[in-house]
């Protein structure tokens, strides 16, 4: 029995699913994040060590898996892919190995390849593309120091900075203050600094306040509904060009992230804006999650003898 393997390394966590000969899902366990832009390298290395223990437990050994296929936030730096094939290596895997951006693989699940887009918005956020010509593209997914706006950390930055300027008087009193108070304790503009500035305090810390744009605005909170249609406008800022890059005006549309998936304000005035620009573009609900797409895509790389080129 041999397996193909599929890595869905986001920048908070990384899923792992397994497949069989037969392309039976035979396996999922989590781990955490594998993306050495955001994340410590012995943070990383940790993660990857305790992937493919997993691994090695899961299929008996580590020989026994063919192919392996991550999908990894971060390989934009192209010094990414080789520390995480290098790592990969190290610990033991010498099978076929595919390391591409987690936006494809999130594509490949939620398309099963086909032509069409997936737009992400979790964490960071993306957009991906591919046409019946096999053309492919993307737009945003830089990073959070200069990109991924409508993303989860874009959104908990947002927050809190209408948090500090409600309470110096830049901006309006909002129901954002004391949801900050009471769900994490940043009862005053110090507390907000001291936490945001803090060394345990990162990317993931600051994307998960996210979840609460929606509380707010429930509440009918103005400042939280400007976030929430900010949002909006900088996701359909990444889809409506790639969709005219790529000819897919009236393609379809893949949703996935927790700010898409979980936030239906950001959705609807998403689905709202979108709609008014490319009104032939059609939002589909993803066949697979992005780890399934990944094995998928280990699968189908054996299946068609593909030689492995993610770690050269």
């Given at each position: ?18 497949l ?6 035979v396996h999922?366990?989590?781990a ?6 955001g ?11 305790s ?5 090695a437990?899961?299929c008996?050994?580590l ?13 934009s ?12 290596r ?16 999130a ?9 069409g887009m ?26 959070h ?27 309006p009193?909002t129901?954002i ?13 110090q ?7 803090s ?10 306040l ?7 605005c ?6 939280a509904l ?8 900088s ?14 005006e009236q ?6 992230g927790?700010?898409?998936l ?5 959705r ?9 620009i490319?009104?032939?573009l059609?939002?589909?609900?993803a ?21 492995p080129?993610?770690?050269?």
């Open positions: 029995m041999w397996y193909a393997v599929g890595l869905d390394g986001g920048g908070t966590k990384t899923a792992v699913t397994v069989d000969e037969s392309g039976r899902t999922k366990f989590e955490d994040g594998i993306n050495y832009n994340r410590k390298a012995e943070d990383v290395e940790k993660s990857l060590g992937i493919m223990a997993g691994l437990s899961a008996g050994s020989e026994a898996i063919r192919q392996i296929a991550v999908g990894a936030a971060g390989v730096n192209p010094a990414v892919p080789e520390r995480l094939a290098a790592v990969i190290g610990l033991g895997y010498s099978g076929g190995l595919r390391i591409v951006g987690d936006h494809e693989t594509f490949y699940g939620a398309l099963e390849g086909s032509e997936i737009l992400i918005a979790g964490t960071g956020s993306v957009c991906f593309g591919q046409n019946a010509k096999g053309q492919s593209g993307r737009t945003g997914g830089f990073g120091l200069i990109d991924d706006g409508g993303s989860g950390y874009s959104i908990g930055r947002d927050l809190l900075a209408a948090a500090v300027r409600a309470s110096d008087g830049r901006g009193a129901a203050t004391a949801l900050l108070a009471e769900r994490h304790g940043l009862t005053t503009a507390k907000i600094v001291g936490f945001v500035y060394p345990t305090t990162g990317k993931k810390e600051i994307a998960a996210a979840s609460l744009l929606s509380e707010a429930a509440q009918e909170d103005q400042t400007e976030i929430a249609n900010r949002s909006a406008v996701l359909v800022e990444l889809a409506v060009p790639l969709a005219h890059r790529l000819g897919l393609g379809t549309l893949a949703m996935a927790s700010v898409l979980k936030n239906s304000y950001v609807l005035a998403f689905e709202t804006q979108l709609q008014a490319l009104p032939s059609r939002s589909a609900p066949k697979l999650d992005a780890a399934a797409g990944a094995a998928l895509l280990a699968w189908n790389l054996l299946q068609k003898e593909e030689s080129s993610g770690d050269k």
